[in-house]
């Protein structure tokens, strides 16, 4: 058995592709477009800019997504691998994607969040919900983001007017 890590188990629970959008296609056809005009007319500015847009692609575009025991793993680009701790992840959301299709919105502990984009996002957090052992997504979870109170629903905050600046009846206009 192949352990990476310090996984506690060598075989994902769940995997899934991320799904790729028009602009995610159209970024690296853009980029090669970009040095190949760059090498035809000698261009440094073009050819480098072309590498770089390659470059960012590469390194930003999530390729594919596992869920261990312990775990969920991004894959992006060959060298670029991001590993979350479930036990670091606040609250898994189901969001309309602007484009077209569902994102999933991971809130992590003191972190910030991850929009991930799997091809099945509701079957992915189903099982996320599941490895975590926590209620399904979208609804709170027992592990809150630290520093948060917790919140009746029906308590609204009090508004109450702020009070007026007094002026001065000494004043000279």
Not at 10 to 21: G, M, V
Not at 79 to 108: F, S
């Amino acid at each position: 058995m192949l352990y990476t890590w310090g996984m506690t188990s060598p075989q994902p629970l769940h995997t899934d592709k991320s799904r790729n959008s028009m602009i995610q296609l159209l970024s690296p056809a853009l980029a090669a477009v970009m040095v190949v005009l760059g090498i035809i007319n000698p261009d440094v500015v073009t050819v480098t800019m072309g590498v770089g847009l390659l470059a960012y692609v590469w390194f930003t575009r999530h390729a594919r997504y596992e869920i261990f025991q312990d775990r969920l793993i991004i894959y992006y680009g060959t060298p670029r691998i991001k590993n979350v701790l479930l036990a670091d992840i606040a609250e898994v959301r189901l969001i309309k994607a602007p484009i077209g299709g569902q994102d999933l919105v991971v809130t992590r502990k003191g972190r910030g969040v991850l929009v991930i984009r799997p091809r099945d996002a509701e079957a992915f957090a189903a099982a996320l919900g599941e490895a975590r052992g926590v209620s399904p997504v979208g609804q709170a979870d027992s592990a809150k983001v630290e520093g948060q109170a917790e919140r009746r629903p029906d308590a609204l905050p009090s508004k109450r007017p702020r009070p007026r600046a007094r002026r001065s009846r000494n004043r000279r206009s």
